[in-house]
């Protein structure tokens, strides 16, 4: 371990999924931060893939990208939204990764003959992984993903019981988060579930220091005392967390319950007053209800699961405190359009202020996209797209403008028009993980491009993830087709951006300004986008 001693946090769930582990994480994490704490946040996820790349987005949401390329879950954006900070690689962590490194140093003799085992061997190399993603941090606090009771959770839960012995009690905590129903036929809470679940957690070796019991409603303070004579963790260290009008309010919400206090305690941090300004001017803004709301369509094929597109969203939303007005996200079915009349697609669009197209693969409602792309182009619709989006605005201009067999070889490899290609370096890896562009790479913006004057700046750093660009061959006939190449990566020449000509807003990236947008600092495409549409 480093020579500064690192605190552990270590939050837990229980009862059922989704009951909001990921946000009791960043929240948690965005207190100590307040109290002038150096933070990092972990996510350790019991699914044997190696990485999130290669998970169904309907099925599992939003695949985050960090900064140095890692494809995470998307509790990630949440800790960075959350902190305002960029995370690495490290803080993410899949069973599919361990298990990999444990069976490759097996294979390289590394064990010199032992025999290979759960315990010490995987939960060591757990161990390995979170001192990693911890060093140089005041605190690093670590979600364990699923819900106790899960099988293939064990392994983790084994490995940060045995971490609490080997940094010892006063330097790790243990956070639990339960679900607590209300029985509208007795009119009360049931505490049992929370109780069940704390007794599984104790029978894995793990007493939880503190106790954040989720609710739709807010629960009674006298519950409290209940929970701690049946569990063991005192009423002082037990927060009640009902439902929230805007996730922003989680950390205000828990702040006023004490805990983050609490948790200063135990870990000994001697800590100054919590900074909470800027992050209840964001909460004021989420609650506002301003005047004004402008309607922004989403263009996508993804309809099963609005988490799949978190990152966007919130994206949005943050744009739109930012300019003062509320916002009205509908879907738009992109496959749908691709079998619609011209006039029922007008329809669809005329009833929002602005499209987004956002990231994709494959073809399925690539039509209805290109389609969408180029009834902005041509009816001056503010447009924003996100790395997909891009490809879809160029193959919508190059086809109103004489080349109606452009495409993408995502989609049709035999293109006489392949205005979007694959780079050389790319070609045979199509369903490889971990191969695309991903990451930061540079842009250079043209002077007095709408991108310099949105950024304040001609040379900014993005994330990507993807692996068909948008080739040099054809930008000298962009602007005959009433778009520019305005933005462009510096090292290999491809392009970055692109604009609309004589169009009130048309903006598309290759890569995805989402992932750097925060609730205190949205994001200047965003920001730009809704202020088009403010001003229509």
Not at 307 to 314: A, I, K
Not at 396 to 403: C, E, I, K, V, Y
Request: proline share 4%; hydrophobic share 40%; glycine share 10%.
């Amino acid at each position: 371990m480093s020579e500064k001693q690192t605190k552990f946090v270590f939050v837990t769930g229980g009862v059922l999924s989704g009951l909001g582990k990921g946000i009791t994480a960043a929240s948690i994490g965005n207190l100590l931060k307040a109290r002038g704490l150096s933070v990092n946040l972990q996510k350790c996820d019991p699914y044997l893939n190696v990485d999130a790349g290669l998970l169904n987005p309907r099925e599992h949401g939003e695949c985050f990208v960090t900064k140095d390329g890692a494809e995470t879950d998307l509790d990630l954006g949440h800790y960075e939204r959350f902190l305002d900070q960029e995370l690495t690689r490290e803080s993410s962590l899949m069973s599919g990764r361990v298990l990999l490194g444990v069976i490759e140093a097996e294979r390289n003799g590394k064990y010199e003959g032992n025999t290979v085992q759960i315990i010490p061997h995987v939960t060591r190399a757990i161990q390995e992984h979170i001192i990693a993603a911890s060093e140089g941090f005041d605190v690093h606090i670590v979600e364990i993903g699923g819900t106790v009771g899960d099988y293939e959770s064990l392994s983790f839960l084994e490995a940060i019981r045995e971490f609490g012995m080997r940094v010892g009690r006063g330097n790790c905590l243990f956070v639990h988060v339960v679900y607590m129903p209300y029985l509208g036929a007795s009119h009360e809470f049931k505490s049992k579930p929370a109780q069940n679940s704390v007794r599984d957690l104790r029978g894995l070796g793990i007493a939880p220091d503190i106790l954040v019991c989720r609710s739709e409603t807010q629960a009674p303070e006298g519950i409290k005392e209940k929970l701690s004579l049946f569990t063991g963790v005192q009423p002082e260290s037990i927060a009640l967390l009902p439902n929230a009008e805007t996730i922003y309010q989680v950390p205000l919400t828990l702040e006023d319950t004490g805990i983050a206090d609490v948790i200063c305690r135990q870990l000994s941090f001697d800590v100054t007053k919590p900074d909470l300004r800027d992050w209840r001017a964001v909460v004021d803004q989420a609650l506002a209800k301003p005047e004004r709301t402008v309607k922004v369509g989403v263009v996508a094929k993804y309809l099963d699961n609005a988490d799949t597109y978190m990152s966007v969203f919130e994206a949005i939303r943050a744009a739109a405190w930012a300019n003062g007005v509320g916002v009205d996200i509908s879907w738009i079915d992109a496959p749908k359009l691709e079998a619609a009349t011209d006039d029922e697609v007008a329809a669809t669009l005329q009833a929002v202020d602005g499209i987004v197209v956002p990231g994709g693969f494959g073809s399925r409602g690539v039509e209805g996209k290109i389609r969408a792309a180029q009834y902005a182009l041509t009816h001056k619709l503010p447009y924003l797209g996100l790395c997909y989006g891009l490809h879809m605005m160029v193959i919508a201009a190059a086809r109103l403008h004489g080349h109606e067999d452009a495409n993408t070889t995502e989609v049709n490899p035999a293109t006489t028009t392949p205005v979007i290609d694959t780079m050389e370096g790319q070609k045979g890896k199509e369903n490889t993980g971990g191969t695309m562009r991903l990451g930061d790479y540079a842009c250079h913006f043209a002077a007095g491009s709408l991108a310099a004057k949105l950024y304040g700046t001609q040379d900014i750093v993005e994330r990507h993830r993807h692996r068909y660009e948008a080739m040099g061959t054809y930008v000298d006939e962009y602007e005959s087709w009433g778009i520019t190449a305005s933005g462009m990566n510096p090292d290999n020449g491809l392009v970055e951006v692109i604009e609309g000509v004589d169009h009130p807003f048309l903006m598309a990236s290759q890569y995805h300004p989402e992932f750097k947008s925060r609730p205190n600092h949205p994001h200047p495409m965003f920001q730009g986008f809704i202020a088009a549409l403010k001003s229509k």
